[in-house]
């Protein structure tokens, strides 16, 4: 099982529409989520990090997170052409000696926005 | 804003060169961080740096080494490039996690390194 499982899509979906994007993590102790996207070419950009279970918002962003089930998802609204990207989710690993700094990234679901 | 910068954008380098990349970051974040990434492959930890002089290897550090002198500069050095370390080099800075501090990794723009 990998430690951090994203569908790999290609997800498509209308302008306007939502973007669902899902995420599911292996190890229980995680305690910290985040999303990255990444458009063709470019670096990874920060867009969300949560670490208490249920929803934050920011703008056209909602993270939602649910511990008991190893969840994590993404939702934006109101989708834009430019909102088509790789979109990231990374979940911070603990390592034997407690620390927390290390990410564990998934592959990327590819979003594309159609106009 | 957090800023990371990398040395380069593009790099063309020949087998068996001596390759730096350099990273540069202004937040006064602990950690950094190199990765590659792959088509298919994601993005792979080469090592990182939680303190000036200390370095810890990642998932694949075969090929590299790394240098941290100074708290805001963290180097990766390709000993002997070799055509299968051709790829996009990733840079990243974040603060050590804590109370009230998640340790978010920001990103630098990239190299792109091409090993001929």
């Known amino acids: 099982q990998k430690e951090v499982e994203q569908n790999s899509g290609p997800l498509s979906v209308p302008e306007g529409a939502i973007a669902s994007l899902n995420c599911t993590y292996s190890?229980?102790?995680?305690?910290?989520f985040f999303w990255y996207r990444q458009y063709s070419g470019k670096s990874p950009e920060l867009i969300m990090s949560?670490?208490?279970?249920g929803d934050k918002e920011d703008g056209r962003f909602t993270a939602q997170l649910n511990k008991a089930s190893q969840y994590v998802s993404l939702l934006i609204r109101d989708s834009q052409p430019s909102d088509s990207a790789t979109y990231l989710c990374?979940?911070?690993?603990?390592?034997?000696?407690?620390?927390?700094?290390?990410?564990?990234f998934g592959s990327g679901t590819q979003l594309t926005v159609l106009p | 804003d957090v800023k990371v910068t990398q040395s380069s954008r593009y790099l063309v380098k020949r087998t068996g060169e001596k390759v730096f990349l350099e990273c540069v970051q202004d937040?006064?974040?602990?950690?950094m961080f190199w990765y590659r990434q792959d088509p298919g492959l994601g993005l792979r930890l080469i090592y990182f740096?939680?303190?000036?002089?200390?370095?810890e290897k990642g998932d694949i550090p075969e090929g590299y080494s790394v240098s941290r002198e100074k708290k805001e500069r963290f180097s990766l050095i390709l000993e002997s490039a070799s055509t299968n370390q051709t790829s996009m080099y990733l840079c990243?800075?974040?603060?050590?996690?804590?109370?009230?501090?998640?340790?978010?990794?920001?990103f630098g723009p990239g190299t792109r390194l091409t090993v001929l």
């Open positions: 190890d229980r102790v995680s305690q910290s």
């Open positions: 949560i670490y208490s279970n």
């Open positions: 937040m006064d974040h602990e950690n």
């Open positions: 990374a979940v911070n690993k603990i390592s034997g000696s407690g620390s927390a700094r290390q990410l564990t």
């Open positions: 740096s939680y303190d000036v002089k200390m370095k």
């Open positions: 990243a800075s974040s603060n050590e996690p804590g109370v009230g501090r998640l340790g978010e990794q920001f």
